[in-house]
């Protein structure tokens, strides 16, 4: 069997890992062959490996280390890894509850009811927790200590000190402990793990925003076949309402163009012969034949899935707080339990009372409040802010929160509603405000072009439009109650002998002086006003500035649109600070600039153009009414669509992140002032695990608190 040769650049996805350092053992792994870089990405669960050994003898090496490696899946294998922790953690549960109940309530128990607890618990332990123990033997042979070497050991401990009990000393039992244990951090990393495992799908579904099939030109003949199967040079037709199938240069026809997907830019664009346009943006008007210019991954869209994939991989790591301190925590708890152990046995104390004293000491640092710190808060954190329309998606971009100090904001769709509408009418002395909207909307109705509809949508009846036509690039001309009606751009009024006077040019540039759109109409020969669109700022937007400011942030806006526009909004809302006409991958680059200039960057968006920026970003935070993709990408999603969401979830985040801290550190506090008590035998494990009992109890109701955040 021939063996297969890495390529230059490979990428392996990696199973097994249970925290930062984890990530950080297999790099240093991979790192010491000969002729290979590599780094490891704990979020991603991918190793970027570089060099040219073969793919079996990488794998190799991750394996030895303790996880496991393949190359990605490139079809939608089920994820077995997930779905077995999601079978362990069902059982633990339909298992553990039993468990826990008989122990703590009286009147439940009934001879030999611990026996029957002992039957449930022990699969609990040994087959739901095997992750953990596997984890702790990894750590062991490592020389190392984690969270689940802390959940092995403690679990463990109170399993084998309960069948002691059972069977020998017919002493108090702590399957409740080992039982509850388990299954409340097996909760955890389960849904911390199924969050993770969304981090792909801002790239499947970016990729599923193209177009799926395309009309193409074959000797002046249409067919139509799946997107991939174009080529550069082919010639293919696009439809108004249709999907641009790729990048291209239009041949014939025009057409306006929305790019707000890509650019950010509110007003669609005119696009005629000799245009670029680009894959994945929609066709707003007429038909356009297009020659491909550039297909498959050179495409602008699937850059810009390039740049999310490189953002979200170069993420850095937020190594969980619960490891580092187990990391010291542990192999100091299983010191002293070795000490207590041998110094009973050296002044003269039975066997029994020496490992009585020891697995006290051990029971006392079990993990049950450690365990429950971190899930509690987040499920209640979580689910509080579910209610108030706030998706937390995981633990680790909790501690962003509490350092952002600079939040970047989009324009279109996140500070504004990204919909053009009517916002001034704009009559010539003698004319009616009424009736110069009136007759204007009557023509731009049979119109498709989005400047033209938002005009359409001010007027809710509307008389007969006869004899319309569109002209390219110009405006639009119709009859309406026997007016000859032309609307648009000051050269299709000259065209048909209109002359514009000067307060009415005037009025019209002020409006394209504040970032707006304006169209002049005139009828019987003579100019009778002009009508402005704009992208409106939301009613909540200014306020959700100011909430920023209050928390010490600062507000920047940044669009794809043109200066002038983005000025207008910013002085509007209340932004000092502006980057405006920035394309996609300029987007990050803004972003990994403030990084550089040590901010700590949040970013709110909604579209396509801002996914590699929130992926980029310390904290990302999606609109809910924006695109799958953005939301995919980012860490928090706002699924009102009001801005004000995104100072209350930077609000929660910091309370949730708070309220674990405290539970850590309590956590840790009733046990560490316990563990002298139980080593001198003054505490034996039933009192033990009454302390334990209380920690979790302080623990849960800690968390609770945060039910009541408004």
Known sequence: MTRTEAPAALELEIGGMTCASCAARIEKKLNKLDGVSATVNYATEKAQVIGNLPVELLIAEVEKAGYTASLPRTDETPDVELSTLRLRLIVATVLAIPVIAV?????????????????????????????????????????TSTMDTLISVGTGASWLWSLYALTISNGHIYLEVAAGVTMFVLGGRYFEKRSKRQAGAALRALLQLGAKDVAVLRDGIEERIPTDRLR???????????????????????????????????????????????????NAGGRLVVRATRVGSDTQLAQIAKLVEDAQSGKAEVQRLADRISGVFVPVVIGIALVVLAGWLLTGHSANDAFTAAVAVLIIACPCALGLATPTALLVGT??????????????????????????????????????????????????????LRIAAAVENASEHPVAMAIARAVPELPVVESFQNVEGLGVTGVVEGH??????????????VVIDEQLRAAVQNAQDRGRTAVLAAW??????????????????????????????????????????????????????????????????????????????????????????????????A?????????????LTLVRGDLRSAADAIRLSRRTLGTIKVNLFWAFAYNVAAIPLAATGLLNPMIAGAAMASSSVFVVGNSLRLRRFT
């Open 103 to 143: 122990s703590m309530i009286m009147a439940l128990q009934f001879p030999g009811w611990e026996w029957v607890a002992f039957a449930l618990a022990t699969p609990v332990v040994w087959w739901s927790g095997w992750p953990f123990h596997h984890a702790a033997w990894t750590n062991l042979r490592h020389g």
């Open 232 to 282: 550069v040079g082919d010639e293919f037709v696009v439809r108004p309402g249709e999907k641009i199938a790729t990048d291209g240069i239009v041949l014939s026809g025009s057409s306006a163009v929305d790019l707000s997907m890509l650019t950010g830019e509110s007003v669609p664009v005119d696009v005629t012969v000799g245009d670029s346009v680009t894959g994945a943006t929609i």
């Open 383 to 436: 689910g509080r802010g579910a209610r108030m329309g706030i998706l937390i998606k995981g633990s680790e971009i909790l501690e962003s929160t509490r350092r952002v100090d600079t939040i970047v904001l989009d324009k279109t769709g996140t500070v504004t509603t990204g919909r053009m509408e009517l916002v001034d009418v704009i009559p010539v002395s003698g004319v009616e405000r009424d009736e110069l």
């Open 484 to 497: 000859a009606v032309v609307i648009g751009r000051e050269a299709l009024l000259a065209d048909y002998g």
């Open 524 to 621: 019987d020969g003579a100019a009778k006003g002009a009508l402005v669109v704009a992208d409106t700022v939301k009613p909540t937007s200014r306020e959700a500035i100011a909430q920023f400011k209050d928390l010490g942030l600062t507000p920047i806006l940044l669009t794809g649109d043109n200066e002038r526009v983005a000025q207008e909004i910013a002085r509007e809302v209340g932004i000092d600070q502006v980057f405006a006409e920035v394309l996609p991958q300029d987007k990050t680059n803004v972003i990994a600039r403030l990084q550089r200039d040590g901010k700590v960057v949040a970013m709110v968006g909604d579209g396509v153009n801002d996914a590699a920026a929130l992926a980029q970003a310390d904290l990302g935070l």
């Open 623 to 635: 609109m809910g009414t924006g695109t799958d993709v953005a939301i995919e990408a980012a860490d």
